[in-house]
Nanobody
Framework: QVRLVESGGGLAQPGGSLRLSCDASETSVSFYEMGWYRQAPGNQRELVASITHIGETKYADSVKGRFAISRGNVENTVYLQMNSLKPEDTAVYYC??????????WGQGTQVTVSS
């Protein structure tokens, strides 16, 4: 069980930017993989971006070229820079902390709304 502190969500206009932060720095065990998932009403939760402990990244096709996930300077922190936001990016975004051979931990979710 890992406590994940998320921040950075909110309202943005189409074409705007937001930066999401996920802080699990209170956890003594380093992550194997961390990522961001999102879930819009009526849809299943989907992977947006992930990053491994050695810096390998993966992105959903829908966000490639627009979003960037990165590791923070503080251990067990990650960021999601979201640029060129679209209305279809509107969802609740969840941070995931994953250890090898253990079920993942999830943040409480932060709302991202893209609307004019």
């Amino acid at each position: 069980q890992v406590r994940l502190v998320e921040s950075g969500g909110g309202l943005a206009q189409p074409g705007g930017s937001l930066r999401l932060s996920c802080d699990a720095s209170e956890t003594s065990v380093s992550f194997y993989e961390m990522g961001w998932y999102r879930q819009a009403p009526g849809n299943q939760r989907e992977l947006v971006a992930s990053i491994t402990h050695i810096g390998e990244t993966k992105y959903a096709d829908s966000v490639k070229g627009r979003f960037a996930i990165s590791r923070g300077n503080v251990e067990n922190t990650v960021y999601l820079q979201m640029n060129s936001l679209k209305p279809e990016d509107t969802a609740v975004y969840y941070c995931q902390f994953k250890r090898l051979w253990y079920p993942p931990s999830w943040g409480q979710g932060t709302q991202v709304t893209v609307s004019s």
